[in-house]
Protein backbone atom coordinates (compact mmCIF):
# COMPACT_ATOMS: atom_id res chain seq x y z
CA UNK A 1 0.00 0.00 0.00
CA UNK A 2 1.44 3.36 -1.16
CA UNK A 3 1.27 5.93 1.92
CA UNK A 4 1.19 9.73 0.89
CA UNK A 5 2.92 12.00 2.63
CA UNK A 6 1.54 15.69 3.22
CA UNK A 7 3.87 18.55 2.58
CA UNK A 8 4.55 20.00 5.80
CA UNK A 9 5.50 24.32 5.83
CA UNK A 10 5.66 26.50 8.56
CA UNK A 11 3.14 29.06 7.46
CA UNK A 12 -0.13 27.55 5.36
CA UNK A 13 -2.70 30.35 3.92
CA UNK A 14 -6.15 29.31 2.44
CA UNK A 15 -8.77 31.56 0.88
CA UNK A 16 -12.30 29.92 2.22
CA UNK A 17 -16.00 31.10 2.26
CA UNK A 18 -17.17 32.78 5.53
CA UNK A 19 -18.78 31.07 7.90
CA UNK A 20 -21.53 31.74 9.45
CA UNK A 21 -21.65 33.30 12.72
CA UNK A 22 -20.90 31.30 15.74
CA UNK A 23 -24.50 32.14 17.00
CA UNK A 24 -26.04 31.10 13.52
CA UNK A 25 -24.08 28.10 13.64
CA UNK A 26 -26.13 25.60 16.06
CA UNK A 27 -29.39 25.20 17.21
CA UNK A 28 -31.40 23.44 19.71
CA UNK A 29 -33.01 20.46 18.50
CA UNK A 30 -36.73 20.73 18.80
CA UNK A 31 -38.04 19.13 22.67
CA UNK A 32 -33.65 18.61 23.60
CA UNK A 33 -31.41 19.98 25.00
CA UNK A 34 -29.05 19.00 22.67
CA UNK A 35 -27.84 21.32 19.97
CA UNK A 36 -27.33 20.18 16.31
CA UNK A 37 -25.45 22.19 13.11
CA UNK A 38 -27.74 24.62 11.20
CA UNK A 39 -28.32 24.52 7.49
CA UNK A 40 -26.36 27.19 6.88
CA UNK A 41 -23.05 25.98 9.40
CA UNK A 42 -23.66 22.89 6.91
CA UNK A 43 -23.76 24.64 3.46
CA UNK A 44 -20.67 25.95 4.70
CA UNK A 45 -19.28 22.77 5.55
CA UNK A 46 -20.31 21.52 1.89
CA UNK A 47 -18.87 24.57 0.33
CA UNK A 48 -15.28 24.17 2.20
CA UNK A 49 -15.65 19.87 0.82
CA UNK A 50 -16.25 20.93 -2.42
CA UNK A 51 -13.13 23.62 -2.33
CA UNK A 52 -10.95 21.53 -0.55
CA UNK A 53 -11.92 17.81 -0.42
CA UNK A 54 -11.11 16.01 2.41
CA UNK A 55 -7.58 17.90 2.96
CA UNK A 56 -5.09 15.41 1.95
CA UNK A 57 -3.96 17.55 -1.01
CA UNK A 58 -3.21 20.89 1.78
CA UNK A 59 0.07 21.32 3.40
CA UNK A 60 0.08 20.74 7.00
CA UNK A 61 1.68 22.08 10.12
CA UNK A 62 1.70 18.90 12.22
CA UNK A 63 1.04 18.90 15.67
CA UNK A 64 3.11 21.98 16.63
CA UNK A 65 2.21 24.43 18.65
CA UNK A 66 1.02 27.84 15.91
CA UNK A 67 -0.66 31.26 15.24
CA UNK A 68 -3.68 31.62 13.60
CA UNK A 69 -4.15 34.82 11.65
CA UNK A 70 -7.90 35.92 10.04
CA UNK A 71 -8.80 38.16 7.10
CA UNK A 72 -12.31 39.50 6.57
CA UNK A 73 -14.14 41.75 4.32
CA UNK A 74 -14.72 45.09 5.83
CA UNK A 75 -18.42 44.94 4.91
CA UNK A 76 -18.53 41.61 6.78
CA UNK A 77 -21.57 41.20 9.01
CA UNK A 78 -21.58 40.66 13.11
CA UNK A 79 -18.57 40.67 15.14
CA UNK A 80 -15.47 39.70 13.99
CA UNK A 81 -14.96 37.46 16.64
CA UNK A 82 -17.45 35.13 15.86
CA UNK A 83 -16.03 34.05 13.02
CA UNK A 84 -12.80 32.21 14.39
CA UNK A 85 -14.38 28.55 16.27
CA UNK A 86 -15.91 27.54 13.35
CA UNK A 87 -12.83 28.22 10.99
CA UNK A 88 -10.40 27.01 14.10
CA UNK A 89 -12.18 24.03 14.04
CA UNK A 90 -12.22 23.12 10.11
CA UNK A 91 -8.63 23.48 10.19
CA UNK A 92 -7.69 20.44 12.61
CA UNK A 93 -7.52 16.84 11.76
CA UNK A 94 -10.93 14.77 11.95
CA UNK A 95 -12.10 13.05 15.20
CA UNK A 96 -14.07 10.98 13.77
CA UNK A 97 -16.49 9.23 11.10
CA UNK A 98 -18.82 12.05 11.31
CA UNK A 99 -16.37 14.75 11.75
CA UNK A 100 -14.48 16.74 8.71
CA UNK A 101 -12.07 18.63 9.29
CA UNK A 102 -8.84 19.99 6.57
CA UNK A 103 -6.18 18.54 8.91
CA UNK A 104 -4.03 21.44 8.23
CA UNK A 105 -3.62 21.53 11.94
CA UNK A 106 -3.59 18.19 14.59
CA UNK A 107 -5.56 19.79 16.85
CA UNK A 108 -6.78 23.57 17.42
CA UNK A 109 -5.66 23.30 21.49
CA UNK A 110 -2.32 23.55 19.52
CA UNK A 111 -3.48 27.58 18.66
CA UNK A 112 -1.24 29.64 20.55
CA UNK A 113 -1.71 32.88 19.11
CA UNK A 114 -5.00 34.71 17.51
CA UNK A 115 -5.36 37.77 15.36
CA UNK A 116 -8.44 38.85 13.52
CA UNK A 117 -8.52 41.97 11.03
CA UNK A 118 -10.18 43.52 8.25
CA UNK A 119 -9.12 43.77 4.95
CA UNK A 120 -9.37 45.49 1.97
CA UNK A 121 -9.67 43.42 -1.50
CA UNK A 122 -11.68 40.79 -0.11
CA UNK A 123 -15.36 39.65 -1.30
CA UNK A 124 -17.93 39.82 1.71
CA UNK A 125 -18.71 36.43 1.31
CA UNK A 126 -14.71 35.12 1.32
CA UNK A 127 -12.11 35.09 4.05
CA UNK A 128 -8.30 34.47 4.45
CA UNK A 129 -6.83 32.12 6.80
CA UNK A 130 -3.09 31.70 7.64
CA UNK A 131 -1.94 29.21 10.16
CA UNK A 132 2.03 30.09 10.92
CA UNK A 133 3.95 27.49 13.43
CA UNK A 134 5.05 29.89 16.55
CA UNK A 135 8.58 30.21 15.60
CA UNK A 136 7.74 31.86 12.87
CA UNK A 137 4.54 33.82 14.24
CA UNK A 138 6.73 37.35 15.57
CA UNK A 139 8.50 37.38 12.20
CA UNK A 140 4.81 37.07 10.52
CA UNK A 141 2.65 39.55 12.83
CA UNK A 142 5.73 41.75 12.42
CA UNK A 143 5.35 41.88 8.43
CA UNK A 144 1.68 41.73 8.49
CA UNK A 145 1.74 44.85 11.03
CA UNK A 146 3.69 46.84 8.64
CA UNK A 147 7.06 47.32 11.00
Known amino acids: MLTVQRERRSIVSLDMPLPPSVNQAFAARRGSHRTMKTASYRFWLQQIKE ?3 TGWTLPTLGGAP ?3 WIDLAPKVRGDIDN ?3 LL ?3 LKRPLGKDDYGLG ?3 DDKEMWGLHVSLMDGLARDRCRVTV ?3 AAWPGYVSMRMGQ
Do not use: E, I, N
Request: overall charge positive.
Open 51 to 53: AYG
Open 104 to 106: VVV
Open 132 to 134: VQM
Open 88 to 90: SDV
Open 83 to 85: RVK
Open 66 to 68: YGL
